[in-house]
């Protein structure tokens, strides 16, 4: 077993990687943090990181402090009010018996916290764990993986539809000497043969310190398995969040994610999704409002492995003050993926001339009978609609606002649970500064 | 309620209205007509307080304020509203919502409780079916789609639920045909009242057999160079505007 790691300085003061605490998963663990260490925090000048400067990490302290009260009417927003829902929390990275909802008793549902599943299903979590992510490409995910003290695991039985939304709530709190809140998150997820359901991620800071959420999620999509996964990024203004999201589809699945961002002070979002089978449905479409001095970086990379796959994929940004926004978007068109149908689009609303947008979409294609678009656009708002809601006495700041709920509405709006839908609009209003 | 007076106005460096005055007393209806391009609809858009125009002088006075001054918002909630020559489609905000809105912002300035979607519902019901419009265009993103008509309709449509006091209409009556030109010519007589006023643009002396006015004023190259009763607008339809402009030309009776 590799447990003897080759350089003990850890780039990011206070963070560890600690083997006696790994138990079987010892050796995946290290050899993951090991590539974090040999890669270091990735400077600009790395064409991944080329407008998403994440080096102000390597001087900041950071802890990972213990699972401090959080009351439960701090979480409402972050619970969607009453949406009816299977939820399980964390605070700073430590499992909240008080804020999760009861996990069981749901027909075909297994959801436990990852020590927990490691006591009980050892030799599943050691086949699935760790198999999807690339610590040598995704350092972060590396440092994820040899740092996060719980997770979540997840399996829905094959054939099984589970019809209220499986909720993962992950809140970083402030550290009360001003270090900074490290916290992460790990997920794994298999959806059955046949089975159905949908997974929300919600991550949220509670009171004004510094975080870094650095979160990893693996999921496996079992032939004609379905996922709706949607994440949302409502951290506090002081918080970096930086998330890997690793998708293995089989055959004749379907998965559909919607990102929504309107926290952060820096966020980066690395979606993968390997599409290995033929007749296989994926939708990867995100929102991203912010302003002041806020980043939002989505990287995406879809693997089109087999023929007769379709994708689509929708990002839209409105960017106000002086934000950036990033977005990368690769696709890659296997030799054999003939009969691909891949479609992908990135729109931006500039809502402040300070603001910027740097867009690249990536098509690669190595077949030859296959339909693959993009297109990009980047503007201010239209005038003319402002005015005429004006002229019917709709106020500037509130017909504005209107017109951005409307372009966002085209992806919120896919998202197939009512009260959350609603929700997401209200934070929208709310992020807009009107009601 | 409303009076212009002497205002100049450019757009991009060149001048528009060149002086132009004109009052309007609570309930009255003024017509006003003029040839392609000589700034009715400009002078429509500085009422509603569209932004892409310089003042360069004059003033105009609404029940007591500084017209000029106010935001748009502001004016539509002082009773201003303008049924626009060309209706602007907003692509996914719904009718109903946009309406809805609207009318409680106007309500809310008005110091008048808002209304919840039920009671809005009850609320344009009527004014709905008064205009001939279908109910599943409430639904539908405001004006995406439209026909011609149909934007014009739901301009006036608009208005009814609105209930301003100074009611400006550019050219609400180009692209309907004859039944609807009688539909919305309805509408609007329905919104007639002592307290009301009206300021029609037009260039067909027919909406005027309809919508009957007290004035009638020509705008020529950013004035108003003649007004009248009807019979003003019956002699253009008869003779057009050269006569006025040769009148003009040899400094006759302006
Ligand atoms: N934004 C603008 N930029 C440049 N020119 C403009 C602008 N708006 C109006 N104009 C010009 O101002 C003049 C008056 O236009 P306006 O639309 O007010 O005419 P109108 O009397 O309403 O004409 P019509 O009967 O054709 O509707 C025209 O010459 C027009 O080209
Ligand atoms: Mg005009």
Known sequence: MATSLKSNSAPLAGLEFDPSACGVLTAVRAEAYQAFLDRGVPTTKDEEYKYTPVTDLADRYFVQGGPVPVPESAITEWIYGDLDQIRIVFVNGHFSEELTTSLRGVEGLEIRTLSCALGGRQEIIEDLFGKLVKPQQFPFAGLNTGTFKEGTYIRISANTKIEKPIHILNIATADANGATQYVAPRTLVVVEGGADATLIETFATYGDGPSFTNAVTE??????????????????????????????????????????????????????????????????????????????????????????????????????????GVFNGKIFVHQDAQKTDAKQTNNTILLSGKATMNSKPQLEIFADDVKCTHGATVGYLDRDPVFYMQARGIPKAQAEALMVYAFAAEVLEKITVPGLVESLEAMLFAKLNVQ | MLRIDQLKADVENKQILKGLSLEVKPGEVHAIMGPNGSGKSTLASILAGRDAYEITGGSVDFDGQDLLEMAPDERAHAGLFLAFQYPVEIPGVSNAYFLRQALNSVRKARGEAELDSLQFMNFIKEKIKMLELDQTMLQRSVNEGFSGGEKKRNEIFQMAVLEPKLCILDETDSGLDIDALKTVADGVNALRSPERSFVVITHYQRLLNYIVPDFVHILMEGRIVRSGGRELALELEEKGYGWIEEELATGGRA
Do not use: W
């Open chain 1, 219 to 324: 999921i496996h999509i079992e032939p004609n398995g379905h996922l709706q996964l949607v994440k949302v990024q409502q951290e506090g203004l002081k918080s970096h969040h930086i998330a890997n999201t690793e998708v293995h589809q089989a055959p004749d699945s379907a998965f559909n994610h919607y990102s929504v961002t309107f926290g952060g002070k820096l966020t980066r979002n690395d979606l993968n999704v390997f599409l290995d089978g033929q007749n296989i449905h994926t939708r990867m479409d995100g929102i991203v409002v912010i302003d002041g001095e806020q980043l939002a970086d989505n990287h995406t990379r879809l693997d089109h492995a087999y023929a007769n796959c379709n994708s689509f994929e929708v990002y839209k940004h409105v960017l106000g003050g002086e934000s950036t």
